[in-house]
């Protein structure tokens, strides 16, 4: 495992002709997503993510946010080597903590080559780690373990719903075109239970936390820089994702997203739906990289003031998986009133995305 070194794996991702005999299966119309099977590793397809973020509050009543997200690529090197070392599967980890009385996010990371029982991603049920960072699961539970430079988690997320499928039953259209597409499906409303230490201090946390699951084969539609995206996990026990993909101009290239109220309902947003309009910006005092950090969200007839918890979320991964992002911890209000709470994701405001 490394942190912040992955020149290693840039050289072998820079092989040539790496992908010549690597066939890559699409996402396609048919395929009925089966749990707990769906909720671990699809390791034919060239990439794919658990992404986990949520609010905790300990016993005085204060709010941080935090985010855990594996990557797993298939980077089509070396497969038919009997070497034990060959990068069949790169896995990639980042965490944060978002913290406003710090003011800026808390960060850490890790990288490595599948392999040896130090990093994996199993098949049938979630299972993923890199050294002591995990997420595993186990009935309608998860585990998340962090033992980052700067603080440790140690959570467990109990699901209080079933999988809220994404897209047309979990294909998830991304672009015009039909392999524009991932299989996508999300966990909202899970209860968590756990510590959170920060420079010896270890507190218990509660609090509530959304679990995203996907996978492709495709990178972004061809004119797409990167998107916005949001999961929101409502007081009363509803939930609502959406996100826009947008070009050079700012404009929509392609938008969806889907909203389950408390009562188990579901309904699937169309592009013409969703709308993200930008109340204020930041610019990043390191990167310089001007960031939407405050929207009102259109999604059908819900409208939504999306407020950050503190400005500065900007997430510098160009050691993990090469790009500088703003992901933050998010409160949504309806008529003044705080309603829900989530993460914003946004990416490409830099320089144009690439996975």
């Known amino acids: 495992m490394k942190r912040r070194s992955f020149l290693a794996l840039g050289a072998a991702l820079a092989l040539p002709d790496v992908h010549a005999d690597v066939a890559y299966p699409d996402a396609v119309p048919g395929v009925a997503l089966a749990f707990p099977r769906d909720d671990g590793a699809h390791a034919e397809f060239r990439n794919e993510w658990w992404y986990v973020t949520g609010w905790l509050r300990d016993a005085e009543d204060r709010d941080v946010g935090f985010q855990l997200t594996f990557f797993r690529n298939r980077p089509g090197v070396a497969e038919a080597s009997a070497s034990a070392f060959a990068p069949r599967q790169l896995l990639f980890a980042h965490a944060a903590i978002a913290d406003a009385s710090v003011g800026h996010l808390v960060v850490d990371e890790l990288a490595a080559r599948e392999g040896f029982g130090l990093a994996y991603a199993h098949t049938g049920h979630a299972d993923v780690a890199i050294g002591r960072w995990s997420l595993a699961q186990r009935d309608d539970a998860f585990t998340a373990s962090v033992h980052a430079r700067e603080f440790a988690l140690a959570l467990t997320l109990v699901a209080t719903q079933p999988p809220l499928l994404q897209g047309e039953r979990g294909l998830s259209r991304k672009g015009p075109q039909p392999t524009d597409a991932s299989y996508y499906y999300s966990r909202p409303q899970l209860r968590i239970r756990g510590t959170l230490a920060r420079g010896g201090d270890v507190r218990d946390v509660t609090g509530v936390a959304w679990l995203d699951h996907e996978w492709s084969s495709r990178y972004l539609a061809r004119g797409a820089v990167g998107w916005d995206w949001t999961g929101l996990d409502f007081d009363d026990g509803a939930s609502l994702m959406a996100f826009r993909i947008r070009d050079r101009a700012g404009d929509t290239v392609w938008a969806g997203g889907t909203y389950r109220d408390a009562a188990g309902n579901a309904r699937t947003f169309a592009p013409d739906e969703i709308a993200f309009v930008a109340q204020r910006r930041w610019r990043s005092p390191r990167t310089q990289i001007d960031y939407p950090v405050a929207f009102t969200l259109r999604a059908g007839a819900l409208s939504l003031a999306l407020e950050p918890l503190m400005p500065d ?41 690439r996975i």
């Open 313 to 353: 979320q900007e997430l510098d991964a160009r050691g993990a998986i090469g790009v500088v992002y703003w992901e933050g911890a998010t409160r949504a209000s309806s008529d003044g009133r705080v309603v829900a709470r989530g993460y914003v994701e946004l990416t490409g405001y830099g320089e144009p995305l």
